[in-house]
């Protein structure tokens, strides 16, 4: 981990309290940024919804992302249970007997991963969800990235709850709905884009993200404007390439 990037990590997280805050991108950064500083090969967002369900907001990945939902359909697994405890679950291996969460760990190792450790995301006595980190090689994060994952996952929730401008939970709850229902438009989006353009989910979702960026426009609009066909698909496809 390199200084210069750790740096501009915290910045980036911190940096949301401004008037267009968008939290689906947050959490993509998020999982983006824990990728790259933390060395790890994939990393997941669960966040619990205003009925206290968790789901998915973020993933740096669709094999990420598939494993996440697959533990919110059985409803059991170490993410789970991190939130649930609001205490960090570590697997160090998917393949060593006993296994607490057989079914999660036969799913992790055909989706690729070895070992995941899940961090609560919490400030104070209040936890709105678990941030996951997966590595290919069966091994625990060294105390160093632990620390730094734990920061980045405090300064990540203090964010969502806009440090103290977003104090009453009913708040909290409008902007984690805002970020559900993004997520629903941005995977309808990716399933429009890879039907048209004839590519993969994963590349689907770089070029949403791509042109939106390029456009600076929220992700959220970007993937309404391709469900509704609104969109220039001559643009979307140059900043594609």
């Known amino acids: 981990m390199s200084v210069e990037n750790l740096a501009e990590t915290f910045v980036e997280l911190a940096d949301t309290l401004v008037a267009d805050f968008d939290p689906a991108e947050f959490m993509h950064l998020l999982a983006d940024r824990c990728v790259s500083t933390l060395e790890v090969d994939a990393a997941g967002i669960l966040l619990a919804d205003h009925f206290g369900e968790l789901q998915v907001v973020g993933a740096s990945s669709d094999r990420a992302r598939l494993l996440e939902l697959f533990e919110l359909q059985h409803r059991?697994?170490?993410?789970?249970?991190?939130?649930?405890?609001?205490?960090?679950?570590?697997?160090?291996?998917?393949t060593e007997p006993p296994q607490r969460w057989p079914e999660f760990s036969s799913a992790a190792v055909a989706a690729g991963f070895g070992a995941v450790h899940a961090l609560p995301m919490r400030l104070r006595e209040q936890t709105v969800g678990a941030l996951n980190l997966f590595t290919a090689n069966e091994n625990e994060l060294d105390e160093t990235r632990v620390r730094v994952a734990r920061a980045m996952a405090d300064v990540a929730t203090i964010g969502l709850l806009q440090a103290q401008v977003i104090s009453h939970r009913e708040l909290l709850?409008?902007?984690?709905?805002?970020?559900?229902?993004?997520?629903?438009?941005?995977?309808?989006?990716?399933?429009?884009?890879?039907?048209?353009?004839?590519?993969?989910?994963?590349?689907a979702f770089q070029t949403l993200r791509q042109y939106s960026r390029s456009n600076r426009l929220h992700l959220s609009k970007?993937?309404?404007d391709v469900i509704d066909g609104t969109i220039d698909m001559t643009a979307l496809t140059a900043s594609r390439a």
């Open 173 to 203: 709850a409008g902007q984690l709905q805002h970020a559900l229902q993004s997520r629903i438009l941005i995977e309808q989006a990716k399933g429009v884009l890879a039907e048209r353009l004839q590519i993969d989910m994963s590349t």
């Open 222 to 224: 970007v993937s309404e």
């Open 76 to 94: 059991q697994g170490p993410c789970m249970e991190c939130y649930l405890t609001s205490a960090p679950i570590t697997v160090t291996g998917f």
